[in-house]
């Protein structure tokens, strides 16, 4: 019984070790981020291009909510329409018993 319980606590040392090891890894990512940003934002032409930038992209984000939002809304009303006439073949089947 001891080998079994010290193999289910190896297993489980070595997931939070990788788990360690990728959360040490994105912080250390995100550091080296935020230095090489400090300095690309450094100069103005490059802050003018990172605003640009991040301006499309919002903009695309935006677009592709609303492009989103409008096919489930076009979804819902279809459901709408169906349950309707379900509820109609329903009323008829049961009023013809």
Avoid at 3 to 27: E, P
Wanted: aromatic residues 2%; hydrophobic residues 35%; glycine residues 10%.
């Amino acid at each position: 019984m001891t080998n079994q319980n010290q193999k289910k606590q190896d297993k489980r040392k070595g997931s939070v070790n990788s788990v360690v090891a990728g959360v040490t890894g994105a912080v250390i990512g995100a550091g080296i981020a935020v230095a090489g940003a400090a300095v690309v934002l450094n100069d103005k032409k490059n802050r003018e291009k990172v605003k640009k930038v991040l301006t499309n992209v919002r903009k695309q984000a935006i677009g592709y909510m609303e492009g989103v939002q409008k096919q489930a809304q076009d979804k819902k009303g279809e459901v709408e329409e169906k349950l309707v006439e379900g509820k109609e073949k329903v009323k008829k089947e049961v009023n013809s018993a």
